[in-house]
């Protein structure tokens, strides 16, 4: 069966490639897996029959037959599990990268989020200043560690996998932010990442979508 994968109908980050669903997405173009989309509106993912799929009223989902998942790490995961080339056959490989998805879910994706909400969100705040100041060294922190992690190496442990894949996805919301010019290794790192053939026709099939409603 042809998974099905639900995504915005009208994307916040208007075709910048970073909603979730860019990174299932991926996984999918890096397997070789063709896949549907269905497209869901901001009122439609709070309604009962998307909730069925994601209880958070959130993207992306996935269905294949009789499974339905939510999380994208965990989609990714699942993809990863089902067809070769994301993770490593060696056990213990495996389990490394299965540690390095948790890190990049868990550990480097909170701190950027938190900055980008109060970018968003605070601008106008008296606190404003102050507050992105201390978010921006949470995530310098990170960004240090992770570049210390990587030293000259393209990947994060080995070939590329389905850790980089969520790891470089979570580093793309700080294009803007100037923050990774101070992190050339890391720089280089998400560089690597977009330049993938996959990522690219991933990126394309996310954009056509802000496209073809900017268009219309």
């Known amino acids: 069966m042809t998974p099905t994968i639900t995504a915005f109908e009208r994307s916040p980050d208007r075709g910048q490639g970073?909603?979730?669903?860019?990174?299932?997405?991926?996984a999918l173009e890096e397997v070789g897996q063709p896949y549907d989309v269905r497209f869901v509106s901001f009122r439609a993912l709070k309604q009962a029959a998307h909730r069925a799929r994601n209880p958070f009223g959130q993207i992306p989902t996935y269905e294949d037959g009789d499974l339905v998942l939510f999380e994208s790490g965990a989609i990714v995961f699942h993809i990863a599990q089902q067809h070769a080339g994301l993770l490593p056959d060696d056990p213990e490989s495996r389990l490394r990268a299965l540690a390095w998805m948790f890190a990049a879910t868990g550990t480097v994706d909170p701190p950027i989020m938190e900055r980008s909400m109060v970018a968003l969100f605070e601008r106008d705040k008296p606190w404003f200043e102050e507050r992105l100041r201390v978010v921006d060294e949470r995530v310098r922190k990170r960004l240090d560690e992770l570049s210390a992690r990587l030293g000259d190496a393209d990947w994060l442990d080995g070939g590329f996998s389905a850790a980089d894949l969520l790891m470089v996805h979570v580093l793309l919301r700080l294009r803007s932010s100037g923050l990774l010019d101070a992190f050339p290794r890391v720089?280089?790192?998400?560089?690597?990442?977009?330049?993938?053939?996959?990522?690219?026709?991933?990126f394309a099939a996310?954009?056509?979508?802000?496209?073809?409603?900017?268009?219309g």
């Open 187 to 202: 720089a280089a790192y998400v560089a690597r990442g977009e330049a993938r053939p996959a990522y690219q026709r991933a």
């Open 18 to 26: 970073l909603a979730r669903d860019m990174r299932v997405r991926w």
């Open 206 to 215: 996310q954009r056509a979508v802000f496209t073809a409603h900017a268009g």
